[in-house]
């Protein structure tokens, strides 16, 4: 190899082994490098990870150096929130970076909020990831899997989806017209509000019989056989994307870093993303500390905290006790249950990052709760009282933080940032329905998720068509 480091812009980084694919299984690390789509390792069939010869790539001397970036918005690469930090993800030349502007996100201090979770002023933040172009979080990952598919010239790529990758995977695919875009769905297991996104750009919406685990496991088998490029989250350049949420965060916080990240899991990708994220800065010595990361489940899609909280797996240096994992599925299956949760972004059972989530857990002394939909949606109802509003999936975070504070493990004057993974409009359908005065519509959408109650609903005010009647009203409710 060249002893020269990795010029900002070179393509360098596919011949000369900068940026490299490694196996996860530490009693395997098989190495490969960056030229060809992988989503499993060759030799033993574990997850791979994207790892860099940080000691070859020019890194800013202090995370604070990112913020001259910003005068360079001119330039895609660094309009961009996710390539805007290129240098801690530079697996892909300037020239093949694919970028729609998505990063631009909000980091909000939610006072209010906090009120409700029961921390102290100035203590929460949400990281709202809805303003991304598509709606939600994906477009992160789903533009670093994008340029690393047209490194590989990929003409075609395919997901499996609740919603918000199939829409991100259709947009990019729309806009920039490198690939078709083909998507699995399980049937009756998609929001409309995320669904229309899919047949709106264009994309081949292929909808079989079962939910997303069964889904995930054809795409992966149409992939292989067609040659088509898999862009879920098993694909490790997904991950190296949504790194960058992390890194918006911290510059939010002027390069702080927060005692707490808490995070919804459904497939687990944005919590193995955000604990490599913090593993690499302290490698690279741009932090001194990391925070600790909650993962909060849906009561109706718990498999991590089943396995991680009752089961007591963990990451063991590598090597987990898998077969943990493996009896836990097969009494699914004996059972034949389904992940079944109003929060349809991470109704998952079957977590295709479960062992990364493992290492991040681990690196950042991380916990593990689950949340009923009831608290999904009340917490829900506190965020968009705040003025942001989220999708069903993101309130778990509030919900889970406030667990969290319940139970004495967060202290009420510990800073904590709460990931809204994706838009209010996603899932309008739940939105209305908790705020109805129709109780019929009430409980056809939520009651039969076990939510009994909407405690902080805002319901419309029903008047005759009358003037003064609606004057009355205004003055005795506004």
């Known amino acids: 190899?060249?002893?020269?480091?990795?010029?900002?812009?070179?393509?360098?980084?596919?011949?000369?082994?900068?940026?490299?694919?490694?196996?996860?299984?530490?009693?395997?690390?098989?190495?490969?490098?960056?030229?060809?789509?992988?989503?499993?390792?060759?030799?033993?069939?574990?997850?791979?990870?994207?790892?860099?010869?940080?000691?070859?790539?020019?890194?800013?001397?202090?995370?604070?150096?990112?913020?001259?970036?910003?005068?360079?918005?001119?330039?895609?690469?660094?309009?961009?929130?996710?390539?805007?930090?290129?240098?801690?993800?530079?697996?892909?030349?300037?020239?093949?970076?694919?970028?729609?502007?998505?990063?631009?996100?909000?980091?909000?201090?939610?006072?209010?909020?906090?009120?409700?979770?029961?921390?102290?002023?100035?203590?929460?933040?949400?990281?709202?990831?809805?303003?991304?172009?598509?709606?939600?979080?994906?477009?992160?990952?789903?533009?670093?899997?994008?340029?690393?598919?047209?490194?590989?010239?990929?003409?075609?790529?395919?997901?499996?989806?609740?919603?918000?990758?199939?829409?991100?995977?259709?947009?990019?695919?729309?806009?920039?017209?490198?690939?078709?875009?083909?998507?699995?769905?399980?049937?009756?297991?998609?929001s409309y509000g995320k669904l229309s996104q899919a047949l709106e750009y264009g994309a081949l919406t292929v909808q079989i019989a079962g939910d997303f685990d069964d889904a995930m496991l054809r795409v992966r088998e149409v992939s292989k056989d067609l040659g088509i490029y898999l862009v879920n989250s098993i694909n490790p350049f997904r991950l190296e994307g949504q790194k960058t949420v992390m890194f918006r965060v911290l510059e939010a916080l002027r390069w702080e870093v927060p005692d707490w990240i808490v995070v919804p899991g459904g497939n687990l990708g944005n919590s193995s993303a955000f604990g490599k994220a913090f593993r690499e800065l302290k490698q690279l010595g741009l932090i001194d500390r990391v925070p600790r990361l909650a993962v909060i489940n849906a009561a109706g899609a718990d498999t991590l905290y089943q396995l991680y909280e009752r089961r007591n797996l963990r990451w063991n240096d590598g090597a987990p006790d898998m077969s943990i994992t493996c009896h836990y599925y097969d009494d699914l299956d004996a059972r034949k249950a389904k992940a079944d949760t109003i929060a349809s972004a991470i109704e998952i059972n079957r977590p295709v990052n479960l062992k990364k989530c493992l290492r991040a857990l681990d690196f950042c002394d991380g916990v593990v709760r689950k949340v009923t939909d009831q608290?999904?949606?009340?917490?829900?109802?506190?965020?968009?009282?705040?003025?942001?509003?989220?999708?069903?999936?993101?309130a778990a975070s509030v919900a889970g933080a406030k667990m969290l504070r319940d139970e004495g493990i967060i202290a009420p004057s510990e800073r904590v940032v709460c990931i809204l993974t994706g838009h209010q409009l996603k899932d309008p359908t739940a939105t209305v329905a908790y705020h109805t005065t129709d109780q019929d519509k009430f409980n056809e959408v939520l009651g039969s998720r076990g939510v009994s109650r909407a405690s902080f609903a805002n319901r419309a005010i029903a008047v005759p068509n009358e003037l003064d009647a609606i004057i009355r009203a205004i003055q005795l409710y506004g």
């Open 375 to 394: 608290e999904i949606l009340d917490a829900k109802a506190q965020v968009g009282a705040g003025g942001i509003g989220c999708e069903p999936a993101s």
């Open 1 to 190: 190899m060249a002893d020269t480091k990795l010029a900002k812009g070179s393509s360098s980084a596919i011949q000369s082994g900068i940026a490299f694919q490694r196996c996860l299984n530490s009693l395997c690390g098989a190495t490969f490098d960056i030229g060809q789509e992988r989503t499993a390792c060759d030799r033993c069939g574990d997850l791979l990870d994207i790892e860099y010869d940080w000691s070859r790539i020019e890194v800013p001397k202090r995370l604070s150096d990112f913020e001259q970036m910003w005068t360079r918005r001119y330039e895609p690469l660094r309009f961009s929130g996710v390539w805007r930090f290129h240098e801690l993800l530079p697996f892909a030349p300037a020239d093949k970076v694919v970028t729609v502007g998505e990063g631009q996100t909000l980091l909000q201090r939610a006072d209010e909020v906090a009120k409700f979770v029961g921390m102290d002023a100035g203590k929460l933040f949400l990281q709202y990831e809805g303003m991304n172009p598509s709606g939600s979080f994906k477009d992160n990952g789903m533009c670093a899997a994008f340029s690393h598919a047209r490194m590989t010239g990929a003409k075609r790529a395919a997901c499996a989806s609740t919603g918000n990758t199939s829409a991100s995977l259709a947009m990019y695919s729309s806009v920039t017209r490198l690939m078709k875009a083909v998507i699995f769905i399980g049937s009756g297991k998609i």
